[in-house]
């Protein structure tokens, strides 16, 4: 994507980043930050996320962060997180719903039920209490944003893939439910970053070459668009961080 963001686009803007101690969520945050925001990690690991946190307060913004492991946690637990965040932030500007589990790259038949519940649990069920409880917070938000993270496969099925493409194919389903239930209220788009240099990718396609890859660096012009004012009328639909990119096989 040929986008230019100006360097204020996101200032006064806060945003909540998932799965922001790692990968493209890491980026995201910096990015935004960069760009103007107050940043709110999620994640599961608290040294992780504090090292983000400085990363970003080095950089002269604002960053808090909160430990939640979305294989595990409740709809009490998230609505209990946004009432802490509520009580401290006066809105959201923008929810970027990025971490994700993988699971096993394997036949549907050899798919082991408990790996399954655990992709659901963080991909699907994690995302969808977590977006129950912010909704609020981001409804008193003039420009808010809500973006989730999808993949190719969860536009069209592709073997071995099991619950990481049910678990998209959902992803995609909530954005747009939710797109249809908020329109002129907040906009809610999805992203497929496409392939790009992470731990999640390296365990998928451990043969492939990374240094092939984008980083999540290079990706983030789509992420600071949909979050910016340069996106305003856009919802309901899910884009390519790297159009026209063919998905990887599997070895
Ligand atoms: P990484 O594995 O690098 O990062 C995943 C992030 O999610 C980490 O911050 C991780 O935390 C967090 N996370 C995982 N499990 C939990 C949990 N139980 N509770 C809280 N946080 C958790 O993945 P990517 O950066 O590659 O992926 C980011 C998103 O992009 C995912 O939704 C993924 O499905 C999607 N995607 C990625 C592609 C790629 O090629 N990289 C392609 C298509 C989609 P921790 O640091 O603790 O592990």
Known sequence: MHYQPQRDLLNDRIILVTGASDGIGKEAALTYARHGASLILLGRQEAKLRQVAQAIKDEGQQAQWFTLDMATCTPEEC???AATIAAA????????????LLGDICPMSEQDPATWDAVMRVNVNATFYLTQALLPL???SDSGSLVFTSSSVGRQGRANWGAYAASKFATEGMMQVLA????????VNCINPGGTRTKMRASAFPTEDPQKLKTPADIMPLYLWLMGDDSRR???MSFDAQPGRKPGITQ
Do not use: C, F, I, M
């Not at 932030?89 to 994700?100: E, F, S």
């Not at 249809?180 to 906009?187: H, V």
């Open 180 to 187: 249809e239930e908020y329109q002129n209220r907040l906009r």
């Open 138 to 140: 981001l409804l008193k």
């Open 79 to 81: 609505q209990q997180l």
């Open 89 to 100: 932030t006066p809105h959201l500007d923008g929810v970027l719903h990025n971490a994700g």
């Open 234 to 236: 856009k919802t309901g």
